[in-house]
């Protein structure tokens, strides 16, 4: 199966929020991503709503039921209880769970599943028991023992941090070191039965490369390149370019 292509509205809703007008319009640059052939869409509602805000959850709910019922919403964020009262009340798909300071201006690190197990333990439970699925943000460091940790956490899935990989953009030796570290956390993720997601600073460039030594790839999730490719190709015309990039036949 190809991997499928989640877009993230954040850059989107920080653009809107510049100037705190009602666009560019989130719901709106969705739907073309779902109708352009985007499998769901992702959201990281931060506590300070400096990108997605609170009120944007039931209108992307909304927009996903009554007009891409096979798509999926995917929320991300800290589990704090204000964050887990938002899912419940959304019912995402998916939930990946992140391991956000608030002050952070993206995730750049993966979870301790050493130091904070019992509390993930707790969270993935109380979200598995509302019929949510769960991934966590996990570093793809090359360490392979974490990914049991992982397991027993009770997730159904980890998000792959492909922050360095994105960052080696123009060193292409350093690029596929850090592919085969990515490779090798998804192969023991793989092993303990956990499907395998990715996410930032992934290209049109640089996604091939990827998928061709992780295949069984889920899922990436796409905000920051996607959006600037938007700005050049119009958002159905960069969905179909990432989906492409994906595997995906377009």
């Known amino acids: 199966m190809p991997t499928l292509l989640s877009v993230n509205l954040n850059a989107i809703a920080m653009l809107r929020n510049r100037r705190d007008l009602p666009w560019p319009n989130v719901c709106d640059l969705g739907r073309i991503a779902l109708a352009a052939g985007a499998s769901g869409l992702t959201v990281h509602p931060r506590p300070d709503q400096r990108h997605i ?24 964020g800290y589990p704090t209880e204000e ?13 990946t769970l ?18 904070q197990h019992g509390f993930l333990c707790d969270v993935i439970g109380r979200l598995k028991g509302k019929g949510m699925r769960v991934s966590l943000f996990v570093d793809g460091d090359g360490r392979s023992e ?3 940790l992982a397991k027993t956490t009770g997730a159904d899935r980890v998000e792959l941090y492909t922050g360095p990989y994105g960052g080696c953009h123009s060193d292409p030796a350093s690029a596929a070191a850090e592919i085969e570290k990515l490779g090798v956390t998804a192969d023991a993720a793989r092993a303990e039965g956990l499907h395998v997601n990715a996410g930032h600073d992934l290209t049109v460039a640089n996604l091939p490369a990827l998928i061709a030594r992780i295949p069984y790839l889920s899922e990436v ?10 700005l050049e190709f119009g958002m159905a015309e960069t969905v179909k370019r990432f989906r492409r990039a994906c595997g995906q036949v377009v």
């Not at 959850?57 to 929320?75: S, W, Y």
């Not at 964050?83 to 939930?95: G, H, I, S």
């Not at 992140?98 to 050493?114: E, I, K, M, R, Y």
């Open 53 to 76: 805000r609170f009120s944007d959850l039931p209108d992307l709910r909304a927009l996903i039921d009554d007009l891409f019922p096979e798509a999926e919403f995917n929320i991300e």
């Open 83 to 95: 964050f887990l009262a938002l899912c419940e009340a959304t019912q995402p798909e998916q939930v």
């Open 98 to 115: 992140v391991p956000d300071d608030p002050s952070q201006a993206t995730s750049d690190h993966g979870w301790d599943l050493v130091g």
């Open 146 to 148: 974490p990914m049991a």
């Open 221 to 230: 999730s796409i905000g920051h390149g996607l959006t600037a490719d938007a």
